[in-house]
């Protein structure tokens, strides 16, 4: 993968104070939310240590965390907004047929017929199930539902992904209007 920006994945954002001894709200993204805590040392988007946690326990949404050197409520929510990251070396390589969603950021997104519909911009999921941002080469980003029926094939050793987007999403929104003078 190279640049080191794709070797971190993105875990976890930290969240209010909670209580008045240093504890936060950590709204994680990963499977286990407790998983959180085995990874102890948490790091910046740039790769510089954030935070470390000292003791965890699950809550709605995540986690609740102390975290050392973080004593009192000022401090805790200091950290509100903070994004956390682990490196991809501590995770498990993924089985056969099977990927981390960050592996889809970057990747081509085209057509069966092959026409390029832009590339993966982000991997996002706003309550409703995992969205893809597709970057075309010109104009406005657009979302793409991360389903069997929109994204067909995942190709990662090819640097690609099959779509079939909605014909909504395909439609020039220009076609058949006239010029207004």
Same mark, same amino acid.
């Given at each position: 993968?190279?640049?080191?920006?794709?070797?971190?994945?993105f875990?976890?954002?930290?969240?209010?104070?909670?209580?008045?001894?240093?504890?936060?709200?950590?709204?994680?993204? !990963? +499977?286990?939310?407790?998983? @959180?805590?085995?990874?102890? &040392?948490?790091?910046?988007?740039?790769?510089?240590?954030? #935070?470390? /946690?000292?003791?965890?326990?699950?809550?709605?949404?995540?986690?609740?965390?102390?975290?050392k050197?973080?004593?009192?409520?000022?401090?805790?929510?200091?950290?509100?907004?903070?994004?956390?990251?682990?490196?991809?070396?501590?995770?498990p390589?993924?089985?056969?047929?099977?990927?981390?969603?960050?592996?889809?950021?970057g990747?081509?997104?085209? !057509? +069966?017929?092959?026409?390029? @519909?832009?590339?993966?911009k &982000?991997?996002?999921?706003?309550?409703?199930?995992?969205? #893809?941002? /597709?970057?075309?080469?010109?104009?406005?980003?657009?979302?793409?539902?991360?389903?069997?029926?929109?994204?067909?094939?995942?190709?990662?050793?090819q640097?690609?992904?099959?779509?079939?987007?909605?014909?909504?999403?395909?439609?020039?929104?220009?076609?058949?209007?006239?010029?207004?003078?």
């Amino acid at each position: 993968m190279g640049d080191e920006k794709h070797n971190l994945i993105f875990v976890a954002q930290v969240g209010a104070a909670h209580g008045v001894r240093g504890e936060v709200k950590v709204t994680t993204f !990963t +499977a286990d939310p407790m998983a @959180l805590a085995a990874y102890k &040392t948490l790091m910046r988007q740039d790769g510089s240590p954030a #935070l470390t /946690i000292a003791s965890a326990r699950p809550a709605k949404g995540g986690l609740v965390a102390r975290l050392k050197g973080v004593d009192d409520r000022n401090a805790a929510e200091a950290l509100r907004g903070l994004k956390l990251y682990i490196s991809r070396d501590s995770l498990p390589e993924p089985e056969e047929d099977e990927f981390y969603l960050a592996d889809l950021i970057g990747l081509s997104v085209e !057509t +069966a017929e092959g026409e390029l @519909l832009g590339k993966v911009k &982000t991997v996002q999921d706003f309550g409703a199930g995992d969205l #893809l941002e /597709i970057q075309p080469r010109a104009g406005a980003t657009w979302w793409l539902p991360f389903t069997r029926e929109a994204v067909p094939q995942v190709l990662i050793a090819q640097g690609k992904l099959i779509a079939a987007p909605p014909a909504s999403i395909e439609a020039d929104p220009n076609e058949g209007r006239e010029e207004e003078d």
